[in-house]
């Protein structure tokens, strides 16, 4: 060995040793950060993680106060800090906080008073001392931990890259808040849902219920109008009883109105596709409405493209809905000049647009008015709806409808000079010259119908006796569902009127035991009317479904209670003329 | 990261210029945005740095002159008509920046001042930098290394050398982006984006004699152990030093300067040295560092074996405080004190050897300089004589 080997002996030595300091320290940054993360494992409440994250940094080295920042638009907020008063900082975002929040490298300053950002802080002074800013990744996107010390140049790059280093486990930190706040507004989102759909289900019964419960009285109202208007009246009490009709639809008008606008909102609302003819289907609606522009003094002008003709699959019904309400309106808010009404149909690939254009030289409105039309319960203001009347429902639920049909409705109107309203919906073009069956009745007084009748409530069981008279009906009455099956027998009735809402047992069931009897006995079924103020679709539908043949909503109309047992009832019937002596 | 070096023996600054920076350019790909540029006094032209910044725009330039000639990892380059080396750093997502400031009377302010212009450079103007490289006339380093800690704290490694000369005549000069400056304060910030890794060493063990300084002067040791300085300092190395009278012993010296311990690892001390240039003929002795009274110094021994093996060693530490393998290093700087490379001039080959073995197919600089400063134990910045003080990237 020669004399020169303690020399390297000591130099060895010497490196041994700092490379193992060195080493030391970097296994020391290791096990902090696999300490951090495994201080997370296990839980999930972000005040505790958060805690332990603060813990782990104050273990790693000095400092005085740790922020977390968080991007919040153009700024960085505080959302958690060793020293509860910072929560809730605002620093305005510079090219420092967004370089370090974004370039994934920590950067160290001697003296955080220092950081342009820290000029415009509210709600927190620098620290007058050296600082580490980490990126970290938050939630809203990339942010920052921060570290102050109260000492100038407390701090290294080196210090900045362990820092960057467990603000891994801040990131992680924050991301179990995270995972929990989504699970909480989740969870908060799930009740509000379950709150709205359970609300929105609560209404609808409220709303069927308020139906059947307005139908009943209404029908008692409308069907006795209508039957003593049949009668032998002096002209005076005949007026009146055809006011009193006309009352009763009006309110059925709006009272379909309510129901047609609850259904759009739960989405019950459903659109036929029944043939129809769109002229003929127009043309009753300008009858109706020339009448009344001409009652007004106003000129009624109406133009059908020939293209119009024709016959289409579509809800006949609605589209008479919509155009009703668009006339409706320009004769109701035009006092002098005229209504005007143009319908095209124009032939795409598959299907057909129809245009319903209704103009008139009424008050008109603004643009800002204009823009709340389709508001619900909006009209163009409050005195209009005070002067004129109405739900505000009826531009609404014409427009949802449109909607529903492929279409929409468009306006232009110019303050008192009146206003264009163009709906377009889409419908199928039917090929063939296949006409319509339409099944006018005629008169006829004496059918011989047996009819058993079920219904619990008695001014409804006397009204529809009194139709029943009409066409010399053979009745029997029962007064729930019970006493209908107790007088049912396959062969002995003709037709059945069935309630739906009955004590004892309703007429579903009713309905259902009858048609499994038939099948027992083999008996052909005998055509069940339900008879019902739950107007709504889905209540049709659980009527169809239980056996019933067809359904008729109350308010009973005579007429039409008429035309369809009419149509049910066995052999070749002939309609009565309607009208009767008390 | 890209870092590649250049160097030449043209007997022209201008010469000079092209082709380190034509060399450069090849393999970098572009201009680089910090050139780390050591060159002999004989290449201390303001041509030499105008026409590097021509021929590389955006360049920021930091270093000094360099004593006998550079070494790269081509070799040890020294001619009639000097030596320029240089390293180019490209490094477009890390931030560097270079700041000069005059040593007018306050060491400490302009310190201050260089690194402040550097940070401003590097767009980084109130951020504590990864690393400081700076190049300062021997005399004052202390004082330097004072004024860029008041500014950056002292937790950032500061590395660099003393600009030195070929005759210890003050013909030492300081690069800067703006040109070549005498006495002046030269400083570059670092922010890589890559891992580093500095190490600061002697080469050097205690032979076991010491004593305490009972008089001292700034850098000039008057008595040891209340007896004349000189005297104490000839009697530990046994004659061979002093025994012609007063007058320069800085060669003489080299085998047996003075060390003072900066720091201990795990129990082992680190020793700074001083090295003592010059006997006065009142006993004293000046040296190449401060000196405080009660500092103990020890007499330290090395020979030129292990000056040879030094560097490579310095080298192999800071790969591993780096926490690299030696194969992975990006390529690193090298500052090897003037003074023990004139003692063993004939054997730098193998320094460059060790230096390669140590730092395998990267490309390095390395400058010869009359002080040295570095890091002990990562970030404890210290200067000294007869030091090699190393940085490596990987």
């Known amino acids: ?582 | 990261m890209k870092i590649a070096t250049a160097f030449s023996l043209a007997d022209c600054a201008e010469q000079a210029a092209f082709e380190t920076s034509r060399d450069l350019h090849r393999q970098l790909g572009g201009a680089p945005q910090l050139l780390v540029l050591y060159a002999t006094e004989h290449r201390a032209e303001a041509a030499l740095v105008a026409a590097l910044s021509a021929h590389l725009p955006g360049v920021q330039i930091v270093g000094g002159t360099s004593c006998g000639g550079v070494m790269t990892e081509q070799g040890f380059h020294s001619g009639p008509d000097g030596a320029v080396g240089a390293l180019g750093v490209i490094d477009r997502d890390g931030a560097y920046g270079v700041g000069a400031a005059p040593l007018v009377g306050d060491a400490e302010a302009a310190g201050a001042l260089a690194v402040e212009r550097a940070l401003a450079a590097a767009g980084r103007d109130f951020e504590i930098p990864n690393l400081v490289w700076c190049c300062q006339p021997p005399g004052c380093e202390e004082a330097v290394l004072a004024g860029v800690q008041s500014v950056i704290g002292a937790h950032t490694p500061i590395i660099g050398g003393s600009s030195a000369d070929e005759a210890i005549a003050g013909a030492w000069r300081q690069f800067a982006t703006e040109g070549v400056l005498e006495d002046h304060v030269v400083v570059a910030v670092l922010f890589p984006t890559v891992r580093h890794g500095a190490a600061f060493q002697s080469g050097y063990t205690p032979s076991g004699l010491s004593g305490v300084v009972t008089r001292a002067h700034d850098r000039q040791v008057l008595e040891i152990d209340h007896r004349p300085a000189g005297e104490v300092y000839g009697g530990w190395t046994e004659g061979a030093v002093g025994a012609e009278g007063a007058g320069p012993i800085l060669a003489m010296s080299t085998p047996t300067p003075l060390g003072r311990v900066a720091a201990e690892v795990q129990g082992v001390p680190m020793f700074v040295l001083s090295h003592p240039a010059l006997l006065g003929v009142g006993g004293d002795l000046s040296l190449f560092t401060d000196i405080s009274e009660g500092d103990v110094v020890h007499m330290m021994r090395g020979s030129p074996d292990s000056l040879v093996k030094r560097a490579g060693l310095v080298v192999d530490d800071a790969c591993a405080m780096g926490g690299w393998e030696a194969g992975d290093s990006l390529g690193g700087l090298v500052i090897y004190c003037g003074g023990c490379m004139l003692h063993v001039r004939d054997q730098m080959d193998e320094v460059v050897d060790q230096i390669r073995h140590a730092m395998p197919g990267a490309p390095f600089l390395g400058a010869f300089t009359f002080g040295e400063q570095g890091a002990i134990v990562d970030s404890c910045n210290r200067h000294g004589n007869l030091m090699v003080s190393a940085l490596a990237f990987g």
């Not at chain 1, 002096?234 to 006309?246: G, K, S």
């Not at chain 1, 909102?265 to 036929?272: C, Q, R, S």
């Not at chain 1, 005229?338 to 008109?364: I, K, N």
């Open chain 1, 1 to 582: 060995m020669s004399d020169l080997d303690p020399e390297q002996l000591r130099e060895a030595l010497t490196s041994a040793k700092q490379i193992e300091a060195a080493l030391r320290e970097r296994l020391r940054e290791q096990d902090l950060v696999l300490s951090g993360i495994e201080a997370l494992q296990g839980e999930d409440d972000p005040a505790v993680l958060q805690q332990r994250a603060f813990d782990l940094l104050s273990r790693s080295l000095l400092f005085h106060l740790a922020l977390v920042l968080e991007p919040d638009g153009e700024d960085f907020v505080c959302t958690a800090a060793t020293d509860p008063a910072a929560v809730g900082a605002r620093w305005r975002g510079g090219g420092f906080f967004n370089r370090v929040a974004h370039s994934g490298r920590a950067a160290v300053t001697p003296d955080n008073r220092r950081v342009p950002e820290w000029q415009d802080c509210q709600g927190l002074s620098p620290l007058p001392g050296g600082g580490i800013y980490a990126p970290i990744l938050a939630a809203t996107g990339p942010g920052l931990l921060v570290l102050c010390s109260h000492t100038a140049g407390a701090y290294g790059a080196k210090d900045g890259a362990l820092v960057s280093r467990l603000s891994l486990v801040v990131s992680q930190t924050l991301a179990a808040a995270q995972r929990r706040r989504l699970a909480e507004a989740a969870r908060a989102a799930d009740i509000a849902r379950q709150a709205a759909v359970e609300a929105s289900e609560a209404k609808s019964r409220f709303l069927a219920n308020m139906s059947h419960e307005i139908r009943t009285p209404l029908n008692g109202v409308t069907a006795v109008a209508d039957l003593l208007a049949m009668t032998e009246l002096a002209p005076r009490q005949h007026e009146m009883a055809q006011l009193i009709a006309q009352s009763g639809r009006m309110l059925e008008r709006l009272l379909n109105d309510v129901l047609d606008f609850a259904k759009i909102e739960a989405g019950y609302l459903e659109i036929e596709r029944e043939p129809f003819q769109l002229d003929e289907a127009v043309a009753a609606m300008i009858d109706l409405f020339a009448a009344r522009a001409d009652a007004k003094g106003l000129a009624f002008t109406s133009e059908i493209s020939p293209n119009a003709a024709g016959l289409f699959e579509g809800d006949s019904l609605r589209v008479r809905q919509i155009l009703a309400n668009l006339l409706s309106n320009a004769v109701k808010f035009t006092e002098a000049g005229e209504v005007r009404l143009e319908v095209m149909a124009d032939d795409e690939d598959e299907v057909t647009q129809v245009t319903l254009r209704v103009s008139d030289t009424g008050c008109g409105f603004t643009p800002e008015r204009g823009a709340r039309l389709f508001n619900r319960f909006e009209q163009g203001d409050d005195s209009i709806t005070r002067q004129y009347g109405g739900t505000g429902l009826g531009l609404t639920i014409s427009r949802s409808l449109a909607a529903l049909m492929g279409g929409t409705i468009t306006w232009r109107s110019t303050p008192g000079q009146g206003s264009t309203f163009e709906a377009t919906v889409r419908v199928r073009r039917l090929e063939g010259t296949e006409a319509l069956v339409e099944k006018t009745p005629a008169p006829d007084q004496d059918l011989g119908l047996r009819v058993l009748v079920v219904e619990d409530n008695p001014n409804n069981r006397r009204i529809v006796g009194m139709v029943l008279e009409l066409i010399a009906a053979e009745v029997t009455f029962a007064e729930n569902g019970q006493e209908g099956l107790d007088a049912f027998a396959p062969g002995r009735f003709d037709i059945i009127l069935m309630d739906l809402q009955m004590p004892v047992l309703d007429g579903l069931s009713a309905t259902r035991e009858i048609r499994a009897r038939e099948r027992v006995s083999q008996a052909p079924p005998v055509p069940i009317i339900a008879l019902s103020a739950n107007a709504m679709t889905h209540h049709v539908a659980e009527a169809l479904a239980a056996g019933a043949t067809a359904h008729v909503a109350k308010p009973i109309v005579p007429e039409r209670l008429i035309q369809t047992m009419i149509g049910l009832a066995p052999g070749d019937q002939e309609p009565p003329a309607l009208s009767m002596a008390i």
